[in-house]
C-alpha cells in the first residue's frame, strides 16, 4: 500500500473478523486521528467509547442486529454524541482553548456567543443530529487511519440506538449514540465481501466540475 488510494482500496466492509487482538498502540494511531477530526468551531461534540471487554461485546450483539463483527472484533468503538449544545459544553471548549493557547483573544468571545446563538436557536433534535454528522468526519478519518495500519473496520448503523444508549447508561452523561466501529482483522476464509470487486459509482456521476 504506497498512497491513500491503494489503503481505499484495500480497505472494505469486513463482515467476519478473527477476534485477534490488535496492538494497543495502532489503538491509540486511530483514536489520535479521530481526535484530531476537524469539527464545527472546534466543539468536538462527541466521545468515543471503546470496547474490549468480550462480555460486554456479547451483550451488545443483540442490540446490533446480530452482525458479527460486534463480538469477533477486537475492539468496537461507540460514538456517543451531545444530546444538547448546552452553554455549559461550549463555555468548557471555549475555556480550555483559552487556557491552552493562554489568550483571551476577542474573537474567542466572538466565536464562543455565536455558538451559543447558533445552537440555542436549534431543536434539541437538530443538536443531536448536527452533533452525529461531526462524529462522522471523525469516524471517517479513523477508518482511513485503520487501513494504514493495515487493520479493518466495518462502520455499522444497524443498531438499536435507544438501546444502546440505556445498556451504557448514556442518558445520564447527556449523550446517544450515534455509530458503531468494529476494529479488527478480517477472516479472509469466511469472509464473502472479500471477494467481491469493490464497485462505486462513476466518477463523472459523482464529481461536478463548476
Do not use: C
Request: aromatic content about 10%; cysteine-free; hydrophobic content about 40%.
Amino acid at each position: 500500500m504506497e498512497n491513500i488510494i491503494d489503503i481505499l482500496n484495500w480497505r472494505y466492509a469486513v463482515k467476519r473478523m478473527t477476534g485477534e487482538k490488535i496492538p494497543e498502540e495502532k489503538i491509540d494511531t486511530i483514536l489520535k486521528a479521530a481526535h484530531l477530526a476537524p469539527s464545527g468551531i472546534g466543539l468536538q461534540p462527541y466521545e468515543i467509547i471503546v470496547i474490549s471487554d468480550p462480555e460486554i461485546k456479547k451483550q451488545i450483539l443483540p442490540i446490533a442486529m446480530n452482525q458479527a463483527p460486534i463480538v469477533e472484533s477486537s475492539h468496537l468503538f461507540v460514538f456517543a454524541v451531545w444530546d444538547e449544545y448546552t452553554t455549559e459544553r461550549i463555555d468548557h471548549v471555549f475555556d480550555h482553548l483559552i487556557s491552552k493557547r493562554n489568550s483571551e483573544s476577542a474573537s474567542y468571545e466572538r466565536q464562543r456567543n455565536f455558538a451559543k446563538q447558533f445552537f440555542g436557536n436549534m431543536s434539541i433534535e437538530e443538536n443531536f443530529h448536527h452533533a452525529a454528522k461531526q462524529a462522522n468526519i471523525a469516524l471517517g478519518l479513523a477508518i482511513v487511519a485503520a487501513a494504514s495500519e493495515g487493520i479493518d473496520t466495518t462502520p455499522m448503523e444497524g443498531f438499536d440506538p435507544a438501546g444502546l444508549d440505556e445498556f451504557l447508561e448514556l442518558p445520564s452523561k447527556g449523550l446517544r449514540s450515534s455509530m458503531l466501529l468494529a476494529v479488527g482483522y478480517r477472516d479472509a476464509e469466511n469472509d464473502w465481501n472479500l471477494k467481491n470487486e469493490k464497485v462505486r459509482k462513476p466518477i463523472e456521476e459523482f464529481v461536478t466540475f463548476l
